[in-house]
């Protein structure tokens, strides 16, 4: 038995949220594994279109489109912008997200909305209109960021805990919808992660080594490990898992 390489090489993926963070590290490991990439983020502005050019420098086509993926028009428009260009959507990452911390007392029902509608509701919203593309292709591979919060409570998050536990159910459902259709639906569970949003707490020593003191490994994850976890779902080597939550938490959920 051969073993198999990992390359996206002819695919299409979308990756929302993909002008910073989390989105932008896997949108350029995708196009480094072959693929061309869909960015979007709410803003057309200089972060996203240079999420694109990088992955233009990678030899890639690339397209930033402005979406608002809470918003139904703005996701048709985006799934039509990819099919124009691409003629297909191989895979869909949902990476687009927000938290709000307060107590449940102090929390408004107006930041409850905006988290549930950026975190979930989103996610629903763009697997709905790619999976229908997906579907009819009879191919397709959608992988959904979740968090270790949708897993562990944690006080102080209550809108961004429920609406991570929601898409990873929201992840299993599809995963039994699309089966059938040769869709792969998964989703990834990440712990403290290094990126420009957390830099306050890692960039603090002193918050830094209370967080560190409760992972396992000892230590942040990087970007590029979240994104080698999105390739390794994206890929051929997962062509047997559907329907998974993958904890890329350096051990914490093992506790």
């Given at each position: 038995m051969s073993a198999p390489s990992i390359s996206l090489a002819g695919k299409a993926a979308i990756v929302t949220g993909g002008s910073r963070g989390i989105g932008k590290g896997i949108a350029l490991m995708f196009a480094g594994a072959g693929a061309e990439v869909v960015v979007c983020s709410r803003n057309l502005d200089g972060k996203l279109e240079s999420a694109a050019d990088e992955i233009r420098k990678l030899g890639k086509r690339s397209l930033a489109v402005k979406a608002d993926v809470t918003r139904q028009a703005d996701i048709d428009n985006l799934v039509k912008q990819t099919m124009d260009e691409f003629g297909a959507i191989d895979i869909l990452v949902n990476n687009a997200g927000t938290v709000v911390r307060a107590p449940v007392v102090e929390h408004s029902e107006e930041d409850w909305d905006k988290v549930i509608d950026t975190n979930l509701k989103s996610y629903f919203l763009c697997s709905r209109a790619v999976g229908r593309v997906m579907m009819e292709q009879k191919r397709g591979n959608i992988i959904n960021i979740a968090s270790l919060r949708g897993i562990e409570a944690a006080p102080g998050r209550v809108s961004y805990s429920v609406s991570k536990a929601g898409v990873i159910m929201l992840t299993r459902v599809l995963a039994l919808e699309f089966v059938k259709y040769n869709v792969r639906v998964n989703a990834i569970a990440p712990g403290w992660i290094k990126t420009e949003l957390t830099e306050p707490m890692w960039g603090n020593?002193?918050?830094?080594?209370?967080?560190?003191?409760?992972?396992?490994?000892?230590?942040?994850?990087?970007?590029?490990?979240?994104?080698?976890?999105a390739l390794f779902l994206a890929s051929d080597l997962s062509s047997y898992v559907t329907g998974h939550t993958l904890a890329a938490d350096g051990g914490m959920a093992a506790i």
């Open positions: 020593p002193k918050t830094n080594q209370e967080v560190t003191a409760t992972i396992p490994m000892d230590r942040w994850a990087s970007v590029a490990e979240m994104a080698s976890v």
